[in-house]
């Protein structure tokens, strides 16, 4: 069955540090990858999306990712993190193969605390 | 307005109330979905409409009904909900290609917050 993991429930960095956010998938062909942020009380947000091609795509506020195959994984990271980026953090796949719903299957999440 | 709007925001109601919950898209898309987030838990799945015709139907319990007049609107209709049904209900809408598929890039509002007492 397909399924997103996100190993780290809860990460602490400090502003300026850098920072990678883990995920690993379980899925039957070529997937979609996505990272949605959630900031308190919004909805998700789309960071960046692989769907082919070049395996490090780059995103909104100086986010990238990068795809690798081998270790089923598609990584989140960020050089310079700012307190603004305390958010939480979705890795998705999809679509499910269920057709044409367009369904993402979600991992739970991985929320980033920034400190001064 | 752009993008995807949810209303209301933020709603309390007794298990024996009836309500509902309104998506409105503008992004002209041909799918909407429902899902349900609850602490500590993934996101989860409730319906999909594509092309305005329920595509998919996660075991969502009756007490929850969707209804999608059309491509641009979606609704969750509520009633005798239970205490777990509690949490943050997200609208998102995507476009379906004819003849290549759903990539499956979902646009989302920013939530209902449910609270059932």
């Known amino acids: 069955a397909q399924s997103v993991t996100q190993p780290d429930i809860h990460i602490t960095v400090s502003e300026g540090a850098s920072l990678e956010l883990r995920c690993n998938y379980s899925?039957?062909?070529?997937?979609?990858l996505f990272w949605y942020v959630q900031s308190p009380g919004q909805g998700l947000q789309l960071l960046l999306k692989y769907f082919s091609g070049d395996t490090l795509v780059q995103g909104i506020k100086g986010f990238e990712a990068e795809f690798k195959r081998s270790q089923s994984s598609f990584n989140l990271r960020k050089p310079s993190v700012h307190w603004s980026d305390a958010a939480e953090y979705f890795c998705?796949?999809?679509?499910?193969?269920?057709?044409?719903?367009?369904?993402?299957?979600f991992g739970q999440g991985t929320t980033l605390q920034v400190k001064p | 307005e752009t993008g995807v709007t949810q209303t209301p925001r933020h709603l309390v109601m007794g298990m024996t109330n009836k309500k509902s919950l309104k998506c409105e898209q503008h992004?002209?898309?041909?799918?909407m979905y429902w899902y349900k987030q609850s602490a500590k838990k993934p996101l989860e799945l409730m319906f999909v409409?594509?092309?305005?015709?329920?595509?998919e139907n996660n075991s969502v319990p009756s007490r929850f009904s969707p209804e999608c007049p059309n491509s641009s609107h979606l609704f969750l209709h509520l009633h005798t909900l239970q205490p777990e049904d509690s949490a943050l209900y997200l609208c998102?809408?995507?476009?379906?290609?004819?003849?290549?598929?759903?990539?499956?890039?979902?646009?989302f509002g920013e939530g209902s917050r449910l609270t059932v007492l």
């Open positions: 409409y594509s092309l305005e015709e329920r595509v």
């Open positions: 998705a796949v999809g679509p499910d193969g269920s057709g044409n719903t367009g369904k993402l299957i």
């Open positions: 899925y039957g062909a070529t997937p979609y």
């Open positions: 998102a809408s995507s476009q379906q290609r004819p003849g290549q598929g759903h990539t499956g890039e979902l646009f």
């Open positions: 992004l002209g898309h041909n799918a």
